[in-house]
């Protein structure tokens, strides 16, 4: 089994930033990515960002290209999520995922962006 543990949510007002980790453990046999996708409430969840393990390649939606970087730490099977210029409609559950053999999600971590 393979636990996600996400942290670095919180409050911050717009045009501010926050640094999201995830850390992978348990029967990890291989990693192909991790990532982040994020949900609003009423809406679907959605891609957000993602790099490949080995290369180290990033993906990004349009909505956070220029101003969300993702990266990842391989000693530590642990992906972080640095949000800058943040916005109100940044506002979501933000979730990590592990893809591998089988993919896992993480429980989520709230992101409120309001003044």
């Known amino acids: 089994q393979v636990q996600l543990v996400e942290s670095g949510g919180g409050l911050v007002q717009p045009g501010g930033s926050l640094r999201l980790s995830c850390a992978a453990s348990?029967?990890?046999?291989?990693?192909?990515?991790m990532g982040w996708y994020r949900q609003a409430p009423g809406t679907e969840r959605e891609f957000v960002a993602s790099?490949?393990?080995?290369?180290?390649?990033?993906y990004y939606a349009g909505s956070v290209k220029g101003r969300f970087t993702v990266s990842r730490d391989n000693t530590k099977n642990t992906v972080f999520l640095q949000m800058n210029s943040l916005k109100p409609e940044d506002t979501a559950v933000y979730y990590c995922?592990?893809?591998?053999?089988?993919?896992?999600w993480g429980q989520g971590t709230q992101v409120t962006v309001s003044s």
């Open positions: 995922k592990l893809v591998g053999v089988h993919d896992y």
């Open positions: 348990g029967s990890i046999f291989s990693i192909n990515s």
């Open positions: 790099i490949r393990w080995n290369g180290g390649y990033t």
